[in-house]
């Protein structure tokens, strides 16, 4: 079962597979340790990790899927035509193709103009820490790049011999990059029939019609001047994964995925509703060989991931996957917790765990003062080696610096009015 952290405000209701924290600091404190400690952490993130960065995502109640979430040329659209817009079939016909480009446009020149956010810093430390097994993205800002990272998908290994006509899908270990684009990159164009890649921004904004190929333009160019015969020549088109087709490189991915799956030993997914079945599926995988090794698995998003038939979150398609669900502004838990040198490391945790004994105190000598000298009793050697109530509570006190006594009793109040854990209205 998972246990969920709720520290933001309230949004989505508590999972059929969750159940509340019973102490959600205590709780916040274990996600953190753990992910501290963690030394082949993978990370799974989703469009949630940039709106800090305002790049807006799909599915929220302010994403381009939402109605009036994306404003083009011709004013406010319906969330299910710029899903449209999304869909591989814009690239066959004019009118799509048009709408898909200034979409294209839009987005490219917000990725341009964006700051790497704290989600990506930590992203960045961690890989420099060695501790950053590999980032399965589905967001194709590429901000991780801005952030220092290595970005992309290697070039296959050459297959040899017989095998010449053998898709290559092996890569080798030391080429991999460390975050892997799952939709593609905005910031480059490729062709549809040479497959040459060409920087996006030169061509921003993107024109209302078929960009040509200069590659293969040129190729035909020179055909015409040798008078041989004239070819087809392609069109360019943005480097994101579509929907309604594959990602031509999905075989390489999953042998990434293959390799990554021997060594994970913390699976970190943040900022995704988990929508799209190729993210699920590497989710689910590398669950299982987390948790196969003692592992912690850990979702922190606003939302838990809806179930099967997209019938309200918690369906029976994520029982067991994740051992936190921890709900709270994504930029806030890197910064006032994750990285937050304060949070938790200032206080040292034999503190919290070793109880100040009588015995223990006993063993602090203290020399006589002349007022002591003067007393009769004892007293003055116990008032001075037996703590007071309240000062023993003092010293062995955890300060975890929160948003929250104000947040507990909205939790407490919360857990009370919903207990145990119904499912969502309308859900
Ligand atoms: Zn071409």
Avoid at 108 to 119: E, G, K, Q, R
Avoid at 144 to 166: D, F, M, N, T, Y
Avoid at 239 to 252: A, F, N, R, T
Avoid at 264 to 274: A, E, H, K, Q, R
Wanted: charged letters at 25%; hydrophobic letters at 30%.
């Amino acid at each position: 079962m998972t246990i969920h952290i709720p520290l933001s405000t309230p949004g989505a209701g508590p999972s059929k597979y969750a159940s509340w924290s019973s102490d959600p600091q205590d709780d916040l404190a274990a996600v953190v340790r753990t992910l501290r400690s963690s030394k082949k952490m993978v990370v799974v993130s989703g469009a949630g990790v940039s709106t800090a960065a305002d790049i807006p995502d799909f599915r929220s109640s302010t994403g381009l899927f939402h109605d009036n979430g994306y404003t083009s040329g011709k004013g406010k659209a319906r969330g299910d035509q710029v899903k449209d817009l999304f869909h591989v079939k814009c690239l066959s016909s004019s009118t799509l193709l048009a709408q898909h480009y200034s979409l294209i446009t839009s987005l490219a020149s917000l990725a341009i103009s964006a700051n790497p956010t704290c989600f990506h810093s930590y992203l960045s430390e961690l890989a420099s820490s060695g501790r950053l097994l590999r980032c399965y993205t589905q967001n194709i800002d590429n901000l991780e790049s801005k952030a220092g990272l290595q970005v992309g998908i290697p070039l296959p290994k050459k297959p040899r011999g017989k095998s010449q006509k053998q898709k290559a899908t092996t890569v080798h270990e030391n080429r991999i990059p460390e975050v892997i684009p799952l939709h593609g990159l905005l910031d480059t164009l490729h062709c549809v029939l040479c497959q040459t890649v060409i920087p996006l921004e030169p061509y921003l904004p993107l024109p209302e019609h078929v960009i040509p190929c200069p590659t293969c333009q040129l190729a035909s160019t020179i055909r015409a001047a040798l008078s041989e015969r004239t070819r087809r020549s392609g069109h360019l088109r943005a480097s994101v994964i579509l929907y309604g087709e594959e990602h031509p490189q999905g075989d390489l991915i999953g042998s990434i995925v293959e390799k990554d799956l021997k060594s994970v030993d913390c699976l970190l997914v943040i900022g995704t509703s988990l929508s799209v079945p190729g993210v699920k599926r590497i989710v689910k995988e590398m669950s299982k060989s987390t948790k196969a090794r003692k592992g912690k698995v850990i979702l922190v998003n606003d939302e838990y991931p809806k179930g099967l038939n997209g019938a309200g979150s918690g369906g029976g398609d994520w029982r067991d996957i994740f051992d936190f669900w921890l709900q709270i502004d994504i930029q806030s838990f890197i910064k006032d917790y994750l990285t937050n040198e304060d949070y938790i490391t200032s206080i040292p945790k034999e503190e919290k765990k070793i109880p100040i004994t009588p015995r223990k105190m006993n063993k602090l000598v203290y020399p006589p003062t002349p007022e002591s000298l003067d007393r009769p009793s004892k007293a003055p050697d116990q008032a001075m080696l037996t703590p007071t109530k309240s000062k023993k509570r003092k010293e062995i006190e955890v300060v975890i610096p929160t948003p929250t006594s104000t947040m507990k009793r909205k939790y407490v109040k919360r857990q009370r009015e919903v207990s145990p854990s119904p499912m969502p209205k309308g859900n």
